[in-house]
């Protein structure tokens, strides 16, 4: 059984930064997508970042390009996002999710972070 756990997420000033982890089990996830995705009160969930684990390519989303940097340590099962000058649009729960290469549906979801941005 998949298991994704998400931590680091918390109250950080306008400009500041955290870094979110998102910690992957059950499986080896080569041949697997892993993303990051967001959803802000009383909106959809939408798109933030994702990286494929085997390989490494990335992609963002237009609004944190540039600000927003995903990695993943393969040692650790670990999937990271680093969010740099933080803006108070960007607070929301932050979940990260797992998906096979070959499709464009997230499988696996974990519980969710909180981000919160104070301007």
């Known amino acids: 059984q998949v298991q994704l756990v998400e931590s680091g997420g918390g109250l950080v000033q306008a400009g500041g930064s955290l870094r979110l982890s998102c910690a992957a089990s059950?499986?080896?996830?080569?041949?697997?997508?892993m993303g990051w995705f967001r959803q802000a009160p009383g909106k959809e969930r939408e798109f933030v970042a994702r990286?494929?684990?085997?390989?490494?390519?990335?992609s963002y989303a237009d609004s944190v390009k540039g600000r927003f940097t995903i990695s993943r340590d393969n040692a650790k099962n670990t999937v990271y996002l680093q969010m740099n000058s933080l803006k108070p649009e960007d607070t929301a729960v932050y979940y990260c999710?797992?998906?096979?290469?070959?499709?464009?549906?997230?499988?696996?979801w974990g519980q969710g972070t909180q981000v919160t941005v104070s301007s």
């Open positions: 990286i494929v684990w085997s390989g490494g390519s990335t």
């Open positions: 999710a797992v998906r096979r290469t070959f499709t464009q549906t997230y499988e696996y």
């Open positions: 059950g499986r080896t996830f080569s041949g697997y997508v």
